[in-house]
Every structure is written in structure tokens, then in C-alpha cells.
């Protein structure tokens, strides 16, 4: 028998091998740990893969009667509520389960047809009980289980996908505006109202649903006015605070906001709209922001009604298909080439552009419609408006980040991916991108917009002397009500919006310039984006020399005539009556803007409001930026860009905390066994 002549370890040696163990096993945890953290973990990715794809019921109501327009708002703020709700039950499924098709028609998909029958039913009903009820809406309660093979990817574990981006380079120019014609506006106005510094953020959507928290699913930058929430009334709008350069601009302009997919625990992690609807990562704050009034290459523009609402683009494109899309992506230097389903990847020293074009015609009536779209529209391709459209100023928003290309070879894990917040089955998808905008500007202020565009100027709303505004709503004592832009005094100047596009039909309101002068960001204007979509047309009413007597609204003040002769591409407003129910039914506070999506006083009990979003990572000085806080709480003017409170950060990072104390006792014994030899 041979003898075992192998030396056993020492115990000083055993010790050096233990403390190298404990410094590479501690050092692998934290880099195992913070690695996951960053890139979003296999967890979410096992929940991703699978959609709730739904027929959209408010696309098809061209009709609500005025006395059923609040109802039918929130029964399909209810209806956005029942998918999220069947969303985050498929996303909690196993990935068995969700293969499994016996399961989620019995536990998802059918208890979600039931309660949208029964959903569907109470707008049929609604409508009815006013007008005539409407057919067929029954047939659009189904939906349909899309199941995908592979997870996606995203922080959340629903996207985005590395399909959705592509190279600018690759993209052929494709930008085209239409020819000036001999009548056309060729001026400009802008309103510069910064980059959302006072972090103003919800997830509610005033326009489609007012009244309803969390009716977007997801968190929007607001500019300009500072009291947008579901609650705020069109008096509240009036007497706000206002984030832009000239305070005669309170108009309300606001985005989804974009993420980076990097790890960062923001405080609506957990919160609706935020993390529980799959919107995760580090909301990043605008390098610019640009506010640009355009006039129309076929007319002089009208001014836009007060309260004018317009939203471009279609925050459900990916399911509902492009008919309504809007989006625009493209990277500065090259915004002669526009993405409409892609995120750009854009060369090192561009920066990412979105660019939103809003209607630039208007029907002469309306500030609002059933399904908030027909009372706008987009000019033809000449720059004319549809007929019985007037055009007005066409808003062109431009929002500029300062965001690297992301890594796609490796999932963005080494430069992390970027996206748009949506609802939860919309999958971060590009195209679904899409603005809002209130008409809240000054009559004045609204009036020198118009005449600026008409003529051929390229004014700033920021160095314009401001205009002492009308007791009541700052709206030139144009009743403004909110009302439905004809007649509620709404144009007096308001300019409500220029925002759609190159629609601007707007009766000979001449709004054109919404943006009063605000200055958009050291002119950037656009960036040329947006060709030349303000047409709207041939309606000219131009100078139609708003009458002095303006007449607004229907005999409301008579004798206004504000802007004597000013041109304002005949701002004399609409004499037929607009529908008076886009506003919540609840009355809200006055004395006080609410801000970040804060119900006033009376509405605490009947609904939660938004929770705050974010703490600042980047500035020490910074206060939070609240979600669903006092006003007083909401004047920080740090970025936006927070990350979780230590708390989150904590249950996240455990392990690699404790690799850190595995790595540390694994240096002290090492030290310890050097000294001894």
C-alpha cells in the first residue's frame, strides 16, 4: 500500500483560500446582482410576451349628445381600466398558464368581455337616454389574446424591442412642405414654457376623460399651465400659473414622458401608470423644448377658440393601426427624415427629436368633439382645409433629449434602451407617440399671434409686453366657459392651439397662434420638421378683420371687438352654439391651482389621486418632483429624472450588499493571515 505523501493544507494556507473565496464568491453576487438590477432581471422578462389587443369604442362615437358627454367619458375611462386590470393579471400568469388557452379564456379574457358588455351597454344606454342609440356597439366587447413566443425586452418585460429602432443614417430624407400659395401666412409665433423644470407629471388625461384619475395609464410632461389634472375646470385652467415666458400663454401642452430602460426605481414603481402598468426606468427630463405657431401655405389664419382642445397622434396606434397615427422621431441634423413607427438611433453628438404636428383646421364651432378628433383636422397636402374648415395657427411642438444610442447587440444593457410611456398593451411602441394641447392664451395675446402669422413675421411671445388681462379668466372677458370654441368667447384671442397641425379650420377665429411668442427654444423651430403641415387652407379668412364686433358667441358680449382691425385673420368667432359638456361635472376649487393630478377637496374621497413621481438623483438641492402634491410642494425646479426611495433601492440590491460584507471579511482574514506570516 503506497503511502499518501500529498502536503495538506496548512491552516494559515486553508485561511488564504478561504478569504479568496469569500472576495471572489461576494464580488460575484454584487456584480451578478447589480447587473440583473440594470438590465431588468429575468423575472420581468419571463412575465412579457403577451398582448390584449381590444376594439377602441370611443373611436367610434362621431356622435355623444352634450347631456351625455360626461357619462360616456368615464364609462370609457372604464373601459381603458378593465384591459389595464386584464393586463397586469396575463402579466402575473406563468408562462404555462399563458400558453395555456383554457386558462386565460376563463380567468382573463372572458370575465374582461363580460364587464365590457355591460360597459358598452351603459354608453348605448347614456347616448340614448338623450338621442338616438347608437347600433352595433355591442360587437366591439371581444377581445383578442395575442400570445408571443419569445419575451420581449424593456425593463418591464414588455418592450421595447430591438426591432423597434433603427439607424438614421439608414433613412432616406422624406420630409416635403407644401408650396407657399399667393394668400398663404407665412409668419411664425412662438412660446418658449420650459422643459417641465417644476416636474409636473400624472397620469390622468383632462381631455379624453376628465374627471377620471389615471385615465391615460401613463405619466405625461405637462408646460405651461400648472393646473392640469382629471379635475381641473376650465375655471381652474384660467386662473392657473403658467410655466411659459409670457403669462398671457396659460395653455396646456403635454407628452407622454420618456424613459430610459436602465434600472432606476422612479417613485411611481409602484403606483398606477407607473411600474404597475409596465412604464419603468428613469423618466428623462427634455434638453429643449420648442413651441412654434405656424401659418397656412394657402390662407390666413383664424384665431383659435379658448379651450380649444386638440390631440395629435394616437396613444393606441399599435393596436388600433396607423389611421390616426402622428408620430414623429428623428435626431437633430437630420430632421429632413422622419420616423413614424422607429425610434432613431441617432450618431454620436445628435440628439433624439420628437416632433408633434397638430391639426391646423378647425370647424368653426366646436372646441371639443364626441370622439375628440372630427372638430379638427389635418390640411390636404396642398395646405387646404376640408371644406367648412377655416384654417388657424398650425402648433408644432419639438422636444429635444440629450440620449445615447442604445446598445441592441446586448439588449441595452450596456447603454440602456429608451421609450415612451403607453398603456400596457401598446408595448412602448414608437408610433404610438401623441400630444395634447389646450387653448388657454390670452385674447390679446391670441390677436397679436394672428396678425403676426397673417403678416408675414417671425415674432416671440416672450418679448411681446405683456397684456393686463380681464378680470374673470384672463380671456378678455370673452366668457370663455370653455365652451366649445365657437362661441364661448373662446377665440377673443385665445389662440387655443394652433395645435392641430396645419388644420387650422378654425372659423374665421384666427387663432393662429397659440403659442403666443413663447419663444420655443432659441428659435429652434421645429427644426423645419413638420413640413409645412399648417396648411390649412384656403379657408383664409384672412382678413376677414375680425369685425370689430366680434361678436362671440352668440350674442355673448356682443359689442367685444377686441383687436380693432387687428386682422387677426377675421377673428370674429362662430355664431352657432357649441356643445358646453367637455368640462367635469364636479366644480373645482379656484383659489388654488391643483398640480400633479391632486383632486380638489371635495373629489379626496371619491378618488386617489396620482402618486408622486420621482426623488432627484442629480441635484442634492433638488426637492421631489410630487405627482399628486400641493402646489407649494411642486416648485422645485431640479430635474426631472429621480430615482426610488432607499427603501426601494434596498430590497432591490440586497444581494449585492451582502457580497459587499462577503468581499470585505474576505480582505480582513487576508490581511490578518499576512501579518501572522
Same mark, same amino acid.
Given at each position: ?15 488564504t483560500?478561504? *478569504?479568496?473565496?469569500? &472576495? ?24 412579457a ?13 362621431t ?36 400558453? /395555456? ?63 423597434d429602432?433603427?439607424?438614421?443614417? +439608414? ?28 416636474g409636473?407629471?400624472? +397620469?390622468?388625461?383632462?381631455?379624453? !376623460? ?12 405637462? &408646460? ?7 379635475f ?5 385652467? *384660467?386662473?392657473?400659473?403658467? +410655466? ?11 407628452? %407622454? ?21 409596465g ?10 423644448? @420648442? ?8 390662407s ?31 435626431c ?10 422607429k ?25 371639443? +368633439? ?34 445615447? !444610442? ?52 417671425q ?11 380681464? %378680470?374673470? /379668466?384672463?380671456?378678455?372677458?370673452? /366668457? ?5 370654441g ?6 377673443? =384671442?385665445? /389662440? ?6 396645419g388644420?387650422?379650420?378654425? =372659423? ?19 427644426? =423645419? ?18 369685425d ?7 350674442g ?7 383687436? =380693432?382691425?387687428q ?16 368640462? %367635469? ?9 391643483? &398640480?400633479?393630478? @391632486? ?9 386617489? %389621486? ?26 422645485? @425646479?431640479?430635474?426631472?429624472?429621480v ?16 457580497? *459587499? ?17
Amino acid at each position: 500500500m503506497t503511502r499518501n505523501t500529498r502536503r495538506r493544507p496548512t491552516g494559515p494556507r486553508r485561511a488564504t483560500f478561504a *478569504a479568496f473565496a469569500l &472576495i471572489l464568491g461576494g464580488g460575484g453576487l454584487m456584480a451578478t446582482n447589480i447587473y440583473a438590477s440594470a438590465t431588468g432581471g429575468g423575472e420581468a422578462a419571463q412575465k412579457a410576451g403577451a398582448t390584449i389587443d381590444c376594439p377602441d369604442v370611443g373611436a367610434e362615437l362621431t356622435q355623444v349628445p352634450d347631456e351625455s358627454r360626461a357619462e360616456v367619458d368615464k364609462e370609457l375611462a372604464a373601459l381603458d381600466g378593465q384591459i389595464a386590470e386584464a393586463y397586469q393579471q396575463l402579466q402575473a400568469a406563468t408562462q404555462e398558464q399563458k400558453q /395555456d388557452s383554457g386558462f386565460t379564456d376563463s380567468s382573463i379574457m372572458k370575465p374582461l368581455e363580460e364587464k365590457r358588455v355591460a360597459t358598452i351597454e351603459n354608453i348605448a344606454v347614456a347616448i340614448g337616454n338623450a338621442g338616438e342609440r347608437p347600433d352595433g356597439l355591442e360587437a366591439l366587447a371581444g377581445c383578442e389574446l395575442t400570445v408571443q413566443e419569445q419575451p420581449q425586452a424593456g425593463q418591464a418585460g414588455n418592450g421595447p424591442v430591438a426591432e423597434d429602432f433603427v439607424d438614421i443614417n +439608414s433613412v432616406e430624407p422624406n420630409v416635403q412642405e407644401p408650396p407657399a400659395g399667393q394668400n398663404a401666412s407665412t409668419g411664425t409665433f412662438t412660446t418658449s414654457c420650459g422643459v417641465n423644470e417644476n416636474g409636473l407629471f400624472n +397620469s390622468d388625461n383632462i381631455i379624453v !376623460a376628465p374627471g377620471v384619475t389615471n385615465a391615460a395609464h401613463h405619466f405625461h410632461d405637462y &408646460i405651461g399651465n400648472q393646473a392640469n389634472d382629471a379635475f381641473a375646470s376650465d375655471e381652474d385652467l *384660467a386662473n392657473a400659473d403658467t +410655466s411659459c415666458e409670457n403669462q398671457g400663454d396659460k395653455s396646456t401642452y403635454y407628452w %407622454p414622458v420618456l424613459r430610459l430602460q436602465n434600472g432606476t426605481q422612479e417613485k411611481d414603481a409602484n403606483s398606477p401608470g407607473g411600474g404597475i402598468e409596465g412604464n419603468a426606468g428613469e423618466i428623462i427630463t427634455a434638453k429643449e423644448v @420648442t413651441l412654434t405657431f405656424q401659418g397656412s401655405p394657402q390662407s390666413d389664419v383664424t384665431a383659435m377658440p379658448r379651450l380649444l382642445r386638440i390631440i395629435t397622434g394616437d396613444a393606441k396606434a399599435f393596436v388600433n393601426g396607423p389611421a390616426n397615427a402622428n408620430a414623429s422621431w428623428s435626431c437633430t441634423g437630420f430632421e429632413d427624415r422622419q420616423l413614424k413607427d422607429k425610434y432613431p438611433l441617432c450618431p454620436q453628438g445628435s440628439d433624439v427629436v420628437r416632433t408633434f404636428k397638430f391639426q391646423s383646421c378647425w370647424d368653426g364651432r366646436n372646441i371639443d +368633439s364626441a370622439n375628440h378628433r372630427t372638430h379638427v383636422a389635418f390640411a390636404a397636402a396642398d395646405g387646404s382645409c376640408p371644406g367648412g374648415f377655416k384654417a388657424i395657427p398650425q402648433l408644432v411642438q419639438r422636444i429635444v433629449y440629450d440620449v445615447d !444610442a442604445p446598445s441592441l447587440d446586448d439588449g441595452g444593457q450596456t447603454t440602456p434602451l429608451f421609450a415612451v410611456d403607453s398603456f400596457p398593451e401598446q408595448l412602448h411602441k414608437p408610433v404610438t407617440d401623441h400630444g395634447d394641447f389646450i387653448n388657454v392664451f390670452d385674447e390679446a395675446l391670441m390677436n397679436e399671434m394672428v396678425k403676426c402669422i397673417n403678416e408675414g413675421r417671425q415674432c416671440d411671445a416672450g418679448a411681446l409686453p405683456e397684456q393686463p388681462q380681464q %378680470p374673470g /379668466d384672463g380671456n378678455g372677458g370673452n /366668457d370663455d366657459g370653455g365652451q366649445n370654441g365657437g362661441d364661448e368667447g373662446n377665440n377673443g =384671442g385665445n /389662440d387655443n392651439g394652433g395645435q392641430d397641425g396645419g388644420q387650422n379650420n378654425d =372659423g374665421g377665429q384666427d387663432g393662429g397662434g397659440q403659442d403666443g411668442g413663447q419663444n420655443n427654444d432659441g428659435g429652434q423651430n421645429d427644426g =423645419g420638421q413638420d413640413g409645412g403641415q399648417n396648411n390649412d387652407g384656403g379657408q383664409n379668412d384672412g382678413g376677414q378683420n375680425n369685425d370689430g364686433g366680434q361678436n362671440n358667441g352668440g350674442g355673448q358680449d356682443g359689442g367685444q371687438n377686441n383687436d =380693432g382691425g387687428q386682422n387677426n385673420g377675421g377673428q370674429t368667432e362662430p355664431t352657432t352654439e357649441a356643445p358646453a359638456d367637455d368640462q %367635469p361635472t364636479d366644480d373645482a376649487t379656484v383659489d388654488q391651482p391643483k &398640480i400633479g393630478g @391632486t383632486p380638489s377637496a371635495t373629489r379626496d374621497a371619491e378618488e386617489t %389621486p396620482a402618486e408622486e413621481v420621482g426623488e432627484p438623483t442629480a441635484s442634492p438641492t433638488q426637492s421631489q418632483a410630487p405627482v399628486g402634491a400641493d402646489q407649494s410642494q411642486n416648485n422645485n @425646479t431640479g430635474t426631472q429624472t429621480v430615482g426610488g426611495s432607499l427603501a426601494d433601492t434596498g430590497a432591490k440590491l440586497w444581494p449585492a450588499a451582502a457580497g *459587499a460584507v462577503l468581499v470585505l471579511c474576505g480582505i480582513v482574514l487576508l490581511r490578518q493571515m499576512r501579518r501572522r506570516a
